[in-house]
C-alpha cells in the first residue's frame, strides 16, 4: 500500500493516530475511575462492615453479664475471637469504663489501657467511627458502647477492618478494561483499514495526486483559465457546461448562472449548441454568435475516450478576426524581425 495512505501526513494516517489516542486515553481514564471507585467503595463497605461487627458483638446475648462477672476476659476473649474470625475483621476489642481492655487479638495487650482521648467517647455512650492511615493501608474502627440494663455504660466493643484488598480487587477488574481497550483498538484498525482502502482508492482516482498537488493544480487551472485569450468551456458527459471561463462567457454571451445548465439552455446559436451537444471532434469550425465569427476547437475531455458512449468535452473559442488580425501583426513583426538580421549580416 502506498505510504502516502498511511503517512502521518495523511489524512488517513493523522486520522489513525487521533483514534489510538483517543483509545489510549479512554484505557487509561477507565483505570483510574476503576480505582477511585474501588477504593470508595472499599472503604464504605470497610467503615460500614466495621460499624456491624461492633453492634453485634455489643448488643449480643450475655456480653453486658459478662463484663460485670468477676473474671470478664474469661468469658470474653473467646468470643471476640471467633467474632473476629468468624467476620474477617482484624480485631475485635473489649474495653470497661477505665478503658481496661478485657480483650484483644494480641493477648499480651489484655488488661493494659487505652488512651483518655480513646476512652472519652465510650463513657458519654456514643458510636464512633474512624479512620486510620498506616503503612498497610486505611485502617476503619467502629466503637460501640454496651449498656446495662439501664442504660449506663459498662464499656465499649471496637471493632477494626484493614482495607488492604483494593490492588487485588483492581487487577481483578483490569481484564475487562484492557479487553475494552482491545476491542476499541481492533475496531480503530478495522476503520483505519477501510479508511485506508478508500484512501487508495481516492489516489487512483485523482491519478495519485494528493490534497497538496490538488489543491496546487485547481490554483493553476484557475489562474490559467482566467489568464487565457481563448475561451474555454468544458461540458460533461450529460451535456451540461462545467466551466466556461470569463473569455468564453464573453464571446458567446452566457448568462450568468451558465453553469450546470444544458448547453440547449444557454441560448446558443443552433450550430453551436449542436456542436457542443454532439461531443464530436472539431478543427476551426466557423460559428456565428453575436455578430461575431468564431473559430471552434473541441475534443474529447477524456484520456482514453470509449468508443461506444460520448464523454465529456472541451471547446476552445476564439474570435476569428482578432486572431486574424494577431496572426497579421505577427507575421509583420516577424518580417521586421528579418529585415534588421538581413542588414546586421
Known sequence: MDQ???GARSVVGQMFLLQVAIVVLLALGAVVLLVLTVQREAKQNASERSLAVAEGFAHSPGIAE???SPHPTTLLQPRAEAARKGSGVAAVVVVNRDGVRYAH???ELIGRRWTAKQVAPVLAGWTVRHETETPLGPVFSAVVPVKDRD???LGAVSATVTVKNVNSTVAGHLPVVFGAAAAAAAAVAVTTGGAALLSRRLLCQTRNLGSTEI???YEHHDAVLHAAREGVVIV???RRLLLANDEARRLLALPPDCE???VSELGLAPATAELLASGRAA???VHLAGGRVLAVNQRCACRKPHPSRSGGVVVLVEDAAQAIASSYVEAIELLRIGDRHGQGT
Open 66 to 68: 459478662a463484663m460485670k
Open 260 to 262: 450546470d445548465r444544458p
Open 236 to 238: 460533461d458527459a450529460n
Open 215 to 217: 489543491t496546487r493544480l
Open 283 to 285: 478543427d476551426d469550425e
Open 151 to 153: 442504660g449506663s455504660v
Open 105 to 107: 487479638p494480641r493477648p
Open 4 to 6: 502516502r495512505v498511511l
